[in-house]
């Protein structure tokens, strides 16, 4: 069993990987960094359109859930006594963050994605990503929860 929960993890963990670098790369670093700041009004018109209408709350949360779970996949900030102690505690607690936000904003399409019934071709690279980004943390948010249970 433990080799599945392991599985699903790295699964998550590669998925969180691909959709938020799909993400950056069709929304841009700058733009990326200006949804995570709130700087909403600065977003290109492009990167909006990722999100529909406009970059609401949840939006900014799932960006800023992204840079994170990319950070530290890459080793980039990781768990350390030096760190503060929030610090420590966000990164431990980013897979289920993930799980929460994607539970509670985005499960009709982490659903249709493990489900095989979400359609790529229906919306764009910058969306798709996002989405991939949310279904890995959903996996690696489970596998955590399940492996805390030992």
């Known amino acids: ?19 938020t670098a799909l993400f950056v790369s069709e929304a841009g670093i700058q733009d990326t960094w200006d949804i995570m700041a709130g700087n909403t009004d600065d977003v290109s018109v492009n990167t909006t359109a ?10 900014r949360v799932t960006v800023t859930t992204m ?24 990164l431990r607690y980013a897979p289920i963050l993930g799980l929460a936000i994607g539970i509670t904003a985005f499960s009709d399409q982490v659903m249709d994605v493990m489900s095989n019934d979400w359609i ?16 890995g943390w959903v996996m690696m948010g489970i596998a955590s929860l399940i492996d805390q249970r030992k």
Do not use: C, Q
Request: aromatic share 8%; charged share 15%; net charge negative.
């Open 1 to 19: 069993m433990t080799t599945l929960i392991n599985t699903a993890a790295k699964l998550g963990v590669i998925l969180a990987l691909i959709g």
């Open 50 to 59: 990722i999100f529909g209408t406009e970059i609401d709350f949840v939006d």
């Open 67 to 90: 840079v994170i779970t990319f950070a530290s996949a890459l080793g980039l900030v990781a768990v350390s006594r030096s760190n503060p102690r929030v610090v420590n505690d966000v």
């Open 120 to 135: 790529f071709d229906d919306h764009g690279d910058g969306y798709n990503g996002m989405i991939l980004a949310v279904t």
